[in-house]
């Protein structure tokens, strides 16, 4: 793969307004600058949605990590709070020629220390193999198939997402922290060797869990939640969900079993921010991805 | 102890909108009335804050459950949303009579089932401690000493909050509304039994959580948050906290300890919804109350 030297990274929280982490791991190396600098290039660090903390909220209008499609973000027309903040994001980092992002999220579900990819670039693919692998308990999740080029890593074609949980929204936890914080490290750490012509070893494989499609709560005919998460199924992501599994119990005390006739690995169980967009969770595959060539 | 019979009953949820055991608990009851139906009362359902919960937020103004104060009821000057609420709910309770009730909340916090006593009624504390014999692990949390008569409980002198966790906000743990819905269950039963002149018996002795203080994260100058709840804290709700205890951990990594001189135990730790209250936890004690004679 040929690219440049990484010269200019982008540390971001805050994206979502009432993921604490990433907004004070943000605050931190606001005030510990030492914690993120490398010799061979600059790290800049970004609180995404200041309001929006400050509210103590995902988002005041509408979800800033849905606002970075690129149409949208030459498009006059959309003029609510988080289009626009955007839209000034957008620029920011462009001007600082960003040439690779790390965006962080926390979530009520089960995810443990995952890994977003938002596309199949080579060099995503090998960071990403080379921190599972130093790490097993790190998940990779590739949402390039089917998420819109909408999030706001979408604006570098480097980079990742980090998604941490089960946190509540507002509150820290402070072994997940220095969880994401150690991630953090060493990935800027890699970046750095990268630099140096020192890239560590990657493994040949890497797990990869492609979304396949999203869940619904079961819901009456008025559109009303009338079922749970099934105890059963609570906390389980990235397990195996089998044909004929429990997903849901029902108010009325009746089941619904997985119908489908593959096994399949949940993620984003139950997350809080997701009960809007009508999402109890993800079914993914899981595969194994070959990356010796790429 | 002289109380006339319970005539009527009022469950309520969703007085924090976003605490949604509460309120699917109030829609489950609306479709199954049964469940709550009992031959000698009559138990009313609410949903208490019906435009928070369809917001996703604890209150659309202001806190719904610092509202109940019968000097802010009757003070004209008082019109933000929550607090002409409250005077419409407050009006409804009385008009309907209502001799028990039972307001239902969740919490980020580990509190297990908790049962909160808003005063030290003979009727109450016998309630408690017999839902404590039945579930050893039913905690209960005396707070009439500490808290304005603000809360909703306050209406009615006969009568519990259910506090149950932890539990993000915006989403709903199967276990723990099943576990919820049972208490109510033996409550109601009690109730019935009560009103039969059967009463269960209950211990003769009472374990009372009795909050002594709050205590706030740590904070900069600026009065900005600067460490976590301790991992070796975090979960420990009704657990003991001795001198010398681990209590924080700061972003700089320096750790705060107890300084106190004798033996809480802390409550509410890393609640969500108390981090704009400046509450990172409640310190409790722990006393064996005799109940025979009241």
Not at 75 to 85: A, K, R, S, T, V
Not at 140 to 168: D, Y
Request: proline fraction near 4%; include cysteine.
């Amino acid at each position: 793969m040929t690219i440049n030297q990484i010269s200019q990274v982008a540390i971001v929280g805050g994206t979502h307004g009432n993921e604490l982490i990433g907004v004070y791991l943000v605050k931190k190396f606001k005030q510990f600058p030492d914690l993120i600098k490398r010799p061979s290039f600059e790290a800049l660090i970004l609180l995404a949605n200041l309001r929006a903390f400050e509210a103590g909220r995902r988002y005041l209008e509408t979800d800033l990590n849905r606002c970075f499609d690129i149409q949208d973000l030459e498009n006059p027309m959309l003029i609510q709070y988080e289009q626009l903040l955007a839209k000034v994001i957008y620029q920011q980092l462009q001007e600082s020629q960003v040439d690779f992002l790390i965006d962080l999220h926390s979530s009520t579900a089960n995810m443990g220390l995952t890994i977003l990819l938002g596309n199949d670039h080579p060099f995503n693919l090998h960071l990403a193999a080379y921190l599972s692998s130093i790490n097993p308990s790190v998940k990779v999740l590739q949402t390039e198939a089917t998420q819109k080029n909408n999030r706001l890593r979408s604006v570098c074609e480097l980079g990742i997402t980090i998604e941490v949980g089960p946190i509540s929204q507002g509150v820290l936890d402070a072994t997940l922290f220095q969880k994401t914080e150690k991630l953090i490290t060493v990935i800027l750490d890699y970046l750095e060797q990268w630099n140096q012509n020192q890239t560590p070893n990657s493994p040949n494989t890497l797990t990869l869990y492609y979304p396949l499609e999203s869940i619904d709560f079961p819901r009456n005919e008025a559109g009303e939640v009338v079922g749970m998460i099934h105890p059963s199924l609570e906390g389980n992501d990235y397990l195996a969900l089998n044909p004929g599994d429990q997903m849901f119990v029902n108010f009325d005390d009746s089941v619904v079993v997985y119908q489908g006739k593959t096994t399949v690995y949940p993620v984003f169980i139950n997350e809080s921010a997701y009960w809007e967009k009508g999402i109890a969770m993800y079914l993914t595959s899981k595969q194994e991805l070959n990356i010796l060539n790429q």
